[in-house]
């Protein structure tokens, strides 16, 4: 780049590759149906037809990669890209909240990377460098972060490849724990495509399931085969479920570690996709400890943290040790300047009445459905059955809802099978609210929320059904905390 004004770039030529891998198989794919009402002029029109889409695919590629520019400027990215529809994006680094640079298979044959840059907008597509030279990847996330020019950036880094394996490690995980925390990971992935294979055994006519199961075979040689089919699918499934889940989990978390780095925790893991990503210490909102219900009885975690800018496929938040002990998350969660949660003595729960808001409409249901069973339709029984139980699941989640706080933050417990806990410091409140519906001013409670920024609509920071005297105190005193922290931390010492 020259000392002037910055020069456009064009993307790594390996572009061309992976472009025309990427287009060609969509385009065959599409003229598959005009492939196959040519059947009859012969396989030479075919293999000209398919010739002429990987001539296509090529031409397609070239216009993409060459007409695809990008400009690193000294305060902002300036994206160019389309052929018809021309789009020129512009991203001023101050917008940036994060920067991640992944490695695909392809990508790491040819030394590339892709960089994604997220400013927090609702552009699904914010900014994506697709195959650039790794040097270079790193070189932009260094300069937007540090404010260094790209190729002095890039020049520090070929000098001092070490600087990065310096970095105090915080967590990793070995392969015996790797595939261990696969357990944890069952997926029923394979359910529908047994449920096809059953489809099509039964269509071809290798197996009559319908015949299994008719009055004519009720004898008990039928009624074995029967049971041994369902339990031998039932197995099948289980086990290619915990495969699945092992699988994936090896796949995204192979060479998983989390390292120390000046700009926050650096985080490097993957075994097909190879991804890097730094987390800055400062832009972390809420550290969420979950835990499932088997792995929380053996003593393992997740240590995840809601960060602005976070990757959305992740659900807006950057997973920090996926399968740990307590013991282990707690240096982490003091590196990012979370303090370690209070024993459970310390937790509260809300008022024995909000169990009458919990239970009433389930009651209610299995009450109307079980008054139709018998008047109409026994089968009804079967949905005031499962009333019934979503009741007794309310009851639970009632009980395992908590909250505490301290000096320093403020704790929610929440979940029935996956329990969470949410710990929020101070300083990172954005707004606090305290509402209250038809049937909690009827009781008294109130619902107190505490929202943070990048907080995710689906999973708030609140504190249900407390008592309304009790909402409003613990309302002024996050508002009086939160000036305090917010205070204390604009005069110490900041995180990176």
């Known amino acids: 780049m020259s000392d002037g004004a910055p020069e456009p770039r064009r993307l790594h030529p390996a572009t061309l590759i992976a472009r025309w891998l990427k287009v060609v198989p969509q385009m065959l794919a599409g003229g598959i149906g005009i492939a196959a009402a040519a059947r009859d002029q012969g396989a030479g029109r075919f293999l000209l037809f398919a010739l002429v889409m990987l001539v296509l695919g090529g031409v397609f590629a070239l216009v993409y990669w060459w007409r695809f520019r990008y400009t690193v400027g000294a305060s902002e990215i300036v994206i160019e890209k389309g052929l018809l529809q021309r789009q020129r994006r512009v991203i001023p680094f101050d917008r940036v909240q994060d920067i991640a640079i992944e490695q695909r298979l392809l990508a790491r044959l040819f030394g590339t990377a892709k960089v994604r840059i997220e400013t927090g907008g609702a552009a699904k597509d914010e900014g994506n460098l697709d195959m650039i030279a790794l040097a270079d990847a790193h070189a932009l996330r260094d300069h937007v972060r540090r404010g260094t020019r790209p190729a002095q950036a890039a020049a520090d880094e070929a000098e001092a490849p070490e600087a990065a394996a310096e970095e105090p490690v915080l967590f990793e995980m070995d392969l015996p724990r790797l595939l261990f925390s696969g357990l944890f990971g069952f997926s029923l992935i394979f359910l529908a495509v047994i449920s096809g294979l059953v489809q099509?055994?039964?269509?071809?006519?290798?197996?009559?399931?319908?015949?299994?199961?008719?009055?004519?075979?009720?004898?008990?040689?039928?009624?074995?085969?029967?049971?041994?089919?369902?339990?031998?699918?039932?197995?099948?499934?289980?086990?290619?479920?915990?495969?699945?889940?092992?699988?994936?989990?090896?796949?995204?978390?192979?060479?998983?570690?989390?390292?120390?780095?000046?700009?926050?925790?650096?985080?490097?893991?993957?075994?097909?996709?190879?991804?890097?990503?730094?987390?800055?210490?400062?832009?972390?909102?809420?550290?969420v400890v979950e835990s499932g219900l088997v792995s929380r009885m053996l003593g393992w975690h997740r240590l995840s943290f809601q960060t602005l800018g976070a990757d959305r496929k992740e659900g807006g938040v950057q997973v920090a040790a996926p399968f740990a002990r307590m013991e282990e998350l707690l240096p982490i969660l003091a590196e990012a300047g979370f303090p370690a949660p209070p024993p459970a003595c310390e937790f509260r729960s809300s008022p024995r009445r909000a169990l009458i808001r919990r239970l009433a409409p389930w009651l209610l249901l299995a009450g109307a459905l079980t008054a139709g069973a018998f008047l109409f339709d026994l089968r009804a029984g079967i949905g005031a059955l499962l009333a019934a139980l979503l009741a007794l699941g309310a009851a639970l989640r009632w009980r395992l809802h908590a909250h505490a706080e301290d000096g320093r933050a403020v704790y929610v417990t929440e979940g029935l099978l996956t329990r969470r806990l949410r710990i929020m410091p101070y300083e990172k409140t954005q707004l606090i609210s305290v509402s209250r519906g038809p049937l909690q001013r009827r009781l008294r409670l109130a619902t107190l929320l505490v929202d943070s920024a990048g907080a995710s609509a689906t999973r708030p920071f609140h504190m249900v059904d407390l008592d309304t005297r009790d909402a409003d105190a613990k309302a002024d005193r996050l508002y009086r905390a939160f000036l305090s922290a917010r205070a204390l931390s604009r005069s110490g010492p900041r995180h990176a």
């Open 200 to 287: 099509q055994l039964d269509q071809f006519g290798f197996v009559e399931w319908d015949d299994l199961f008719t009055e004519e075979r009720a004898d008990a040689a039928a009624n074995m085969v029967s049971f041994r089919l369902v339990f031998g699918l039932a197995a099948l499934v289980i086990m290619l479920g915990v495969i699945a889940g092992i699988v994936r989990t090896v796949t995204r978390d192979f060479g998983f570690k989390l390292t120390r780095s000046e700009a926050g925790f650096r985080r490097r893991r993957g075994l097909v996709t190879l991804s890097e990503v730094v987390i800055p210490l400062r832009r972390t909102q809420v550290a």
